[in-house]
T-cell receptor
Framework: DSGVTQTPKHLITATGQRVTLRCSPR?????VYWYQQSLDQGLQFLIQ???????AKGNILERFSAQQFPDLHSELNLSSLELGDSALYFC????????????FGPGTRLTVT | DQQVKQNSPSLSVQEGRISILNCDYT??????FLWYKKYPAEGPTFLIS?????DKNEDGRFTVFLNKSAKHLSLHIVPSQPGDSAVYFC????????????FGQGTTLQVKP
């Protein structure tokens, strides 16, 4: 158990809809990361927050947005969903914002039908 | 374009033998090179790292080698055990002041008893 929790575990929704994925980092970790793993793909970095502020951005679509709240939990919002958004979404956390050793949650599997 | 490539989707070895997983990268400016391991239904877990100023790092049965001239990274597992069966991702740390990781597509290792 990494100490990172993600909810929900599974999500099935229709095209055009909007969903919110939630992540609680390990106790004491100030940095949160979001990664997307599509079928047969490696993990793609989406975005990083550190202590409530955006720290780094990857190839995150404009339809996607994220934020980190004062209690350090983070939410990833996906809107106008398309079939290609079906993927595993992982959240990870670390103590410092430049750490390569990151602790990953179990992921949220999103299926868009 | 893929900055980190794992050209072998899968590898099968006999218990007790050596497993060698390979990874190629394109950018000589990366400062840290990593291996993560992933079991089904779990998030990736950090396994081992190597700094760009070194060419070898060992941790128990796991050794990572870095060949900077060839832009090549490898992970050796000796001896391989059935519990090592998992997906192995190589990754690089994308910049010095963030934790952005760039992952390869992963190699599924099967260790047969």
């Amino acid at each position: 158990d990494s100490g990172v929790t993600q909810t929900p575990k599974h999500l099935i929704t229709a095209t055009g809809q909007r969903v919110t994925l939630r992540c609680s980092p390990r106790s004491g970790d100030l940095s949160v990361y979001w990664y997307q793993q599509s079928l047969d793909q490696g993990l793609q970095f989406l975005i990083q927050y550190y202590n409530g502020e955006e720290r780094a951005k990857g190839n995150i679509l404009e339809r996607f947005s994220a934020q980190q709240f004062p209690d350090l939990h983070s939410e990833l919002n996906l809107s106008s969903l398309e079939l290609g958004d079906s993927a595993l979404y992982f959240c990870a956390s670390s103590t410092r914002p430049d750490r390569y050793e990151q602790y990953f949650g179990p992921g949220t599997r999103l299926t868009v039908t | 374009d893929q900055q980190v490539k794992q050209n072998s989707p899968s590898l099968s070895v006999q218990e007790g033998r050596i497993s060698i997983l390979n990874c190629d990268y394109t950018n000589s400016m990366f400062d840290y090179f990593l291996w993560y391991k992933k079991y089904p239904a779990e998030g990736p877990t950090f396994l081992i790292s190597i700094s760009s100023i070194k060419d070898k790092n060992e941790d128990g049965r796991f050794t990572v080698f870095l060949n900077k001239s060839a832009k090549h990274l490898s992970l050796h597992i000796v001896p391989s055990q059935p519990g090592d069966s998992a997906v192995y991702f190589c990754a690089v740390k994308g910049s010095s002041n963030t934790g952005k990781l760039i992952f390869g597509q992963g190699t599924t290792l099967q260790v047969k008893p």
